[in-house]
């Protein structure tokens, strides 16, 4: 398959009902109230799933329920302990970023490099997978699903090319931001529409 192939499936996938799946998921990142607590709950979730799957973050996210807002270090990793296999360093990430969150400035033109640098643990591709679940739609989470995508399609070779940008113009190609082209090539690559 080519990059036009690849536009035609995405275009009929916008015509059938897992478009109506991606329309809902993409309001409910824009209906996420801008409260703390929202979205660090996000946050968390989103460096729970780096090196891990979104169904295990949805899973622990649920379960550590109001600790990650109140928890001491050893509150979380207790919690964390009973569903989760790295909970010594991820209750230390999230402990760190409950105060380090705080500083972040989400208007800022560099938001996504001020998250990466700022809270340890979050990388580019966390950091967008954060930023597009809370409603900004101008970033890419370029993961191995998403590379797989396009070098099965012949868009890419496998990398390092500048995959956002290669993105990007497929979104503009097909209409629509690249918070919605990443659920469409998710849902491509995994028949799953998650967080």
Partial sequence: ???????????????????KVINNRMKEFSD???????LFRELTFCLL???????LG????????NTIYNGTLEDIQKKLKEVYRF?????GYIFQARENFRKINLNSKTIREDLAENIKGLGM?????????????????????IID???KNKIIDRP?????????????KLKMSLAELDLYLWFLETGKVLK
């Fill in 58 to 65: 949805i899973k622990t996210i649920n379960h550590l329920g």
């Fill in 149 to 151: 995508i396009l070098v």
């Fill in 125 to 145: 591709k966390e950091a967008s997978h954060f930023l597009r679940n809370i409603g900004f739609k101008d970033f890419a989470i370029v993961d191995f699903h």
């Fill in 87 to 91: 909970h010594t360093i991820r209750a």
């Fill in 1 to 19: 398959m080519s990059e036009s192939g690849l536009i035609k499936i995405i275009n009929e996938l916008k015509k059938s009902l897992v478009s």
């Fill in 32 to 38: 996420i109230p801008r409260d703390f607590n929202s």
């Fill in 160 to 172: 390092k090319s500048l995959i956002e940008q290669i993105l990007k113009g497929l979104a503009d």
């Fill in 49 to 55: 799933t780096a090196g891990a799957s979104a169904e």
